[in-house]
């Protein structure tokens, strides 16, 4: 991906984005757009409009950590933002070369440690698996497979969400928030694209998600990050109804760039009866689906 093209779109969205009321300036009556002018950007961050207009043409190569630091707080970054900034910037210095994690290729057959697969079996309460940043699931426990059967039962979706999310009809059944979803892969995917731009499966998947997906194509050009670590998510599994799930995704310290993510009801709901139900029916799969769960 071209790092200067990415900078320069990542700068002028969030210039865009911030409005003159949020920055503490008047809005004046003869203002052409909503976002903040270049003059206005360079104020705040205490350096001339030519350099910030360098600087937004991509060209973030050398630039100090004091001076990334002024244009997050002037652009009001918030803390995905501001580590995207950085990981841009490490990217048009080089360095990310030393920093990021090496790079998996989906036909790597890559398998999880007999140790990682035990605790992921070792997890019965609630769906487990370990993705990359491109989404892929490389590992789940038993619970997260039937889970996520609808990822799985297309061979096209090559068991990765951001697929399932934009190609599969079956996506927008399974999350009744399809919007939201949809916004969290893509910002998932922008997040990783700029902490790993020469990983080259990351790029093709993004070609083919913005040839065949107008929804995709959208989301991705809005140039939005956010860290995925805790969260409330809503689900409708096609065996067990409605599910309403806690997750927390923690980054592997033994696997740079992969998160297992663990998703947990709260005790006595009728979504932690509904993962019961759903663990009965992955245990014995040949029998009928089970009735979704009584919503009263």
Do not use: C
């Amino acid at each position: 991906m071209d790092n200067r093209e990415e900078v320069r779109e990542f700068l002028t969205s969030r210039r865009a984005k911030t409005t003159p009321e949020q920055a503490g300036l008047p809005s004046g009556s003869r203002r052409r757009v909503p976002g903040l002018r270049r003059s206005e950007v360079a104020a705040l961050a205490d350096m001339s409009v030519e350099y910030y207009a360098k600087l937004e043409r991509g060209n973030l190569a050398g630039v100090s950590p004091s001076v990334l630091e002024a244009l997050a707080r002037a652009l009001r970054l918030d803390d995905a933002e501001r580590a995207h900034l950085l990981n841009l910037a490490q990217a048009a210095d080089g360095t990310d070369a030393l920093t990021r994690p090496r790079r998996r290729r989906t036909t790597d057959q890559w398998k999880p440690h007999p140790s990682l697969q035990w605790t992921l079996d070792a997890i019965t309460a609630g769906p487990a698996f370990v993705r990359n940043g491109r989404m892929d699931i490389l590992a789940a426990n038993q619970l997260a497979r039937a889970f996520f059967s609808d990822v799985y039962a297309t061979p096209g979706n090559q068991a990765n969400l951001a697929r399932f999310n934009f190609l599969d009809p079956a996506s927008r059944r399974f999350y009744p928030d399809w919007d939201q979803a949809a916004d969290i892969a893509v910002a998932i995917l922008r997040t990783e694209a700029g902490r790993n731009p020469h990983d080259k499966d990351l790029h093709d998947l993004v070609g083919e998600l913005s040839t065949r997906s107008d929804e995709f194509r959208t989301r991705w050009g809005a140039h939005n990050v956010r860290n995925h670590g805790t969260g409330t998510k809503r689900f409708h599994h096609q065996a067990v109804g409605d599910l309403t799930l806690a997750y927390e995704g923690l980054e592997m310290a033994a696997e740079p760039g992969l998160t297992l993510t663990i998703y947990t009801a709260e005790p006595g709901s009728p979504s932690e009866e509904g993962l019961r139900l759903l663990a009965s029916w992955a245990a014995t799969p040949q029998t009928p689906s089970p009735a979704p769960p009584s919503s009263s």
